[in-house]
């Protein structure tokens, strides 16, 4: 259980990160690309359903990230009873 619910925070991690770092213009070939790059190919095989489920709302909000994190945390507290966050 020790290690899911690990993996759990990493991901919890790996997406937060992700949503600030979309907030920041990113040059192509910097490392930060190449962090993002990474952090997208981690996050986006959860997100990507999410989002063709759940559209964005008013204004194009993209609130795909938020039901991801309350997803993550009803797992990690329901099935494995572990506390997952920053």
């Known amino acids: 259980m020790g290690l899911l619910c690990l993996i759990l925070n990493a991901y919890f991690i ?3 990160i992700r949503i600030i ?3 920041f213009p990113i040059q192509p070939g910097s490392a930060m690309a190449q962090i993002f790059s990474v952090l997208y190919t981690i996050t986006e095989p959860v997100l990507g359903p999410v989002r063709r489920m759940i559209p964005p709302i008013g ?3 993209d609130i795909s990230p938020i ?3 309350l997803g993550i945390q009803v797992l990690a507290t329901v099935l494995f009873g572990c506390r ?3």
Request: proline fraction near 0%; aromatic fraction near 20%.
């Open 14 to 16: 790996a997406l937060f």
């Open 21 to 23: 770092l979309s907030w």
């Open 59 to 61: 204004g194009g909000i």
């Open 67 to 69: 039901i991801v994190f």
């Open 84 to 86: 997952v966050g920053l």
